[in-house]
């Protein structure tokens, strides 16, 4: 049987085209039957993973005050402990080298995840591995800061500045092994024809930070 997010990500399977630079975000809502999944009383908890700053994690987690119940973060020094804190959110910290294996260190992640139905890696910057994709399947999603496919990677931005593109965009999207490669959920793009890497990527933080929190409210209250 398929799970509760699995059912949302054929139906969520929206859109990813992008028109003259208008947004184009498109959602099939769930058929009866699949409705009384949501009906179900119980919140939908969420985890969300970020390495670095964190705005993405705090606009989740004032948005979704009651999902948000857990950051997970890989950089002891990372600012996004600082925003947890000042939420009031669970916040687990691990550093991946005190584990001999990613398998050993998603292992005890697993361990705090008991109940978390969505996680949302936010600036998270390592690849997932199979202990965690196994046990969330169509479950973990991710925000890039780009129009995938094109510009995966780290400098997405940058990239797309640097080659000289004028239609940039966010994307959101399934996690699977491959980087920045799932099945994308949702995406918006705009036009910017400005010279300033620094405006460009306060429109994108923008874009993202809306479209992030927008669309994880469909994926746990498709109505
Ligand atoms: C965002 O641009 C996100 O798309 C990318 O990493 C950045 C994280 O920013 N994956 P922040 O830490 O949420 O501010």
Do not use: W
Not at 25 to 54: L, M
Not at 81 to 98: F, N
């Amino acid at each position: 049987m398929k799970s509760f997010f699995g059912i949302l990500g054929d139906r969520f399977g929206a859109l990813s085209k992008f028109h003259g630079g208008r947004d184009v975000q498109r959602y099939f809502p769930p058929t009866e039957n699949e409705q009384s999944a949501k009906d179900a009383p119980k919140k939908q908890k969420i985890a969300v993973f970020a390495s670095g700053n964190g705005s993405n994690f705090q606009v989740l987690a004032e948005a979704l005050r009651e999902e948000v119940g857990l950051l997970v973060c890989d950089k002891t020094e990372a600012y996004v402990i600082e925003r947890a804190k000042k939420l009031g959110v669970e916040t687990l910290v691990l550093a991946p080298k005190d584990f001999a294996t990613k398998a050993d260190y998603e292992a005890e992640i697993l361990k705090h995840l008991d109940g978390v139905d969505l996680i949302c890696l936010a600036g998270y910057m390592r690849l997932v591995g199979d202990t965690l994709l196994d046990a969330f399947p169509n479950r973990i999603i991710n925000i890039h800061p780009s129009l995938l496919p094109a510009y995966k990677g780290a400098h997405a931005i940058r990239d797309a500045f640097e080659a000289g593109e004028t239609t940039y965009g966010v994307t959101i999207h399934y996690v699977n092994k491959e980087l920045d490669g799932g099945q994308i959920i949702a995406q918006e793009s705009f036009e910017y024809t400005g010279h300033d890497l620094d405006e460009l990527e306060a429109k994108v933080h923008a874009v993202e930070h809306r479209l992030y929190v927008d669309t994880v409210k469909k994926m746990i209250d498709p109505k």
